[in-house]
């Protein structure tokens, strides 16, 4: 054998063995090679985006301290959901917390997510859990961890099949939509959301230790993942980043929008409440309206209106940056379980940086600006337009009080 024919060989056999050397964490780890060039430059590009998306937020109207609270809230959940997401193997987690509040949070619900594919098959297993109302949406889009590009598919608590302990069993698939507790899916579907609707005296959503019970199980058993290698974690890095970006240039990128139809863009007053369609991250049966509210630290906002037939309503109010603000400790929502109504199913909601005595306020924590955001579930009957006026702050309390007064007389 020629010399160049065992140089050739010798050659052959140390590329692959530095291939198989590189691509496997601990054997590079053991003879000293670098094997992380793919995901240092992952990693280099996701600490570019949050400078690049720390730019333009701060360019963004709203722009102030809390818009960093905001990115990183973003950054969290891009690495709960999208770091280890696995439509292979996929898990339910919670969408959103306390401490993880991005795109309009909910105080009271529970949502979870996960990352499936259209073309497999899977069993959900869960529990209402004291519950309203449950949906569970189909998203097609991309695997990379983008935006999910449309809504395209739903099914709903009233479509499977509850026993009397609150357990449900359905499954979801490529298959035929037509069986009983079973949700065909998109050839495009990448994601699943599950929102469970609560009207309790607390808001759920501020239960640290509640849990809603929900398992996704894929039929044909995919077996155990493959170890990480310098590859996959570049990829996981970059689904983490897609997903950082994607979910915060929706509203900090200028132009190319549009307003869906329920959001009011004139201060203090709400447009007409109706359902958001196709909107990617909208529950079709659900009702909004939203309106932004600017007072001043002597003004209070009253809403008034007559609550429709639902299976579930509330109002919260928001940041700039579409976050809750603080229910865990402050009254910043209502829902039908927390309001006073009065004759007819009428309600007065005021919004003022203090208590003017009244049971219906939302606590503004100082804010001179925010969103207030209305859903109203599965109306069966007219929602009238919300009606709105500015007040003296001083005045409202005072008259409040005096109507107190001549109840207490009357009363007496």
Same mark, same amino acid.
């Given at each position: 054998? +020629?010399?160049?024919?065992?140089?050739?060989? &010798?050659?052959?056999?140390?590329?692959?063995?530095?291939?198989?050397? /590189?691509?496997?964490?601990? *054997?590079?780890?053991?003879?000293?090679?670098?094997?992380?060039?793919?995901?240092?430059?992952?990693?280099? =590009?996701?600490? #570019? /985006?949050? #400078?690049?998306?720390?730019?333009?937020?701060?360019?963004?109207?709203?722009?102030?301290?809390? /818009?960093?609270?905001?990115?990183?809230?973003?950054?969290?959940?891009?690495?709960?959901?999208?770091?280890?997401?696995?439509?292979?193997?996929?898990?339910?987690?919670?969408?959103?917390?306390?401490?993880?509040?991005? *795109?309009? =949070?909910?105080?009271?619900?529970?949502?979870? /997510?996960?990352?499936?594919?259209?073309?497999?098959?899977?069993?959900?297993?869960? !529990?209402?859990?004291?519950?309203?109302?449950?949906?569970?949406?189909?998203?097609?889009?991309?695997?990379?961890?983008?935006?999910?590009?449309?809504?395209?598919?739903?099914?709903?608590?009233?479509?499977?099949?509850?026993?009397?302990?609150?357990?449900?069993?359905?499954?979801?698939?490529?298959?035929?939509? +037509?069986?009983?507790?079973?949700?065909?899916?998109?050839?495009?579907?990448?994601?699943?959301?599950?929102?469970?609707?609560?009207?309790?005296?607390?808001?759920?959503?501020?239960?640290?230790?509640?849990?809603?019970?929900?398992? &996704?199980?894929?039929?044909?058993?995919?077996?155990?993942?493959?170890?990480?290698?310098?590859?996959?974690?570049?990829?996981?890095?970059? @689904?983490? %980043?897609?997903?950082?970006?994607?979910?915060?240039?929706?509203?900090?990128?200028?132009?190319?929008?549009?307003?869906?139809?329920?959001?009011?863009?004139?201060?203090?007053?709400?447009?007409?409440?109706?359902?958001?369609?196709? *909107?990617?991250?909208?529950?079709?049966?659900?009702?909004?309206?939203?309106?932004?509210?600017?007072?001043?630290?002597?003004?209070?906002?009253?809403? +008034?209106?007559?609550?429709?037939?639902?299976?579930?309503?509330?109002?919260?109010?928001? %940041?700039?940056?579409?976050?809750?603000?603080?229910?865990?400790?402050?009254?910043?929502?209502?829902? @039908?379980?927390?309001?006073?109504?009065?004759?007819?199913?009428?309600?007065?909601?005021?919004?003022?940086? #203090?208590?003017?005595?009244?049971? !219906?306020?939302?606590?503004?924590?100082?804010?001179?600006?925010?969103?207030?955001?209305?859903?109203? *579930?599965?109306?069966? +009957?007219?929602?009238?337009?919300?009606?709105?006026?500015?007040?003296?702050?001083?005045?409202?309390?005072?008259?409040?009080?005096?109507?107190?007064?001549?109840?207490?007389?009357?009363?007496?």
């Amino acid at each position: 054998m +020629s010399k160049a024919i065992i140089a050739l060989i &010798i050659t052959g056999i140390m590329v692959i063995s530095y291939k198989t050397v /590189s691509e496997d964490p601990l *054997l590079s780890m053991a003879v000293g090679l670098n094997n992380n060039q793919q995901s240092t430059r992952a990693f280099n =590009d996701l600490l #570019q /985006s949050m #400078q690049d998306m720390a730019r333009l937020a701060n360019q963004y109207p709203a722009a102030s301290a809390e /818009s960093y609270r905001s990115l990183l809230h973003t950054l969290a959940s891009a690495l709960v959901h999208a770091l280890e997401d696995d439509p292979e193997r996929p898990e339910f987690k919670r969408s959103v917390t306390t401490t993880m509040k991005w *795109l309009g =949070d909910n105080p009271d619900a529970i949502y979870h /997510s996960a990352t499936v594919r259209g073309d497999r098959n899977y069993q959900i297993r869960g !529990n209402m859990a004291g519950a309203k109302y449950l949906s569970l949406s189909a998203h097609d889009g991309k695997h990379d961890g983008s935006i999910e590009e449309k809504l395209s598919a739903v099914i709903t608590s009233d479509d499977i099949t509850i026993d009397d302990d609150g357990r449900f069993s359905f499954f979801i698939g490529p298959g035929n939509n +037509s069986q009983k507790n079973y949700l065909k899916l998109s050839k495009n579907t990448s994601s699943l959301i599950v929102r469970h609707y609560f009207e309790e005296k607390k808001p759920v959503a501020a239960d640290l230790y509640r849990h809603v019970p929900l398992v &996704i199980t894929p039929l044909d058993d995919p077996g155990p993942a493959p170890a990480p290698t310098d590859s996959s974690i570049a990829a996981s890095i970059d @689904r983490a %980043n897609n997903y950082f970006r994607g979910h915060l240039e929706i509203f900090l990128k200028p132009g190319g929008k549009t307003t869906p139809a329920f959001v009011s863009t004139q201060p203090n007053q709400f447009v007409q409440p109706v359902k958001p369609g196709t *909107l990617a991250l909208g529950n079709t049966d659900a009702a909004y309206a939203q309106a932004p509210f600017v007072l001043t630290d002597k003004q209070a906002l009253v809403i +008034s209106g007559r609550m429709p037939e639902v299976r579930m309503a509330n109002v919260v109010l928001w %940041n700039a940056y579409l976050q809750t603000f603080d229910y865990r400790h402050r009254q910043v929502s209502l829902n @039908r379980e927390q309001m006073v109504f009065e004759e007819g199913g009428r309600f007065t909601i005021i919004v003022a940086h #203090q208590n003017p005595g009244h049971p !219906n306020w939302l606590d503004t924590e100082g804010r001179n600006f925010g969103f207030i955001y209305w859903r109203f *579930l599965l109306p069966t +009957s007219d929602i009238e337009k919300l009606e709105t006026r500015l007040v003296d702050f001083e005045e409202l309390k005072q008259a409040l009080k005096k109507d107190r007064g001549s109840s207490s007389v009357a009363a007496g």
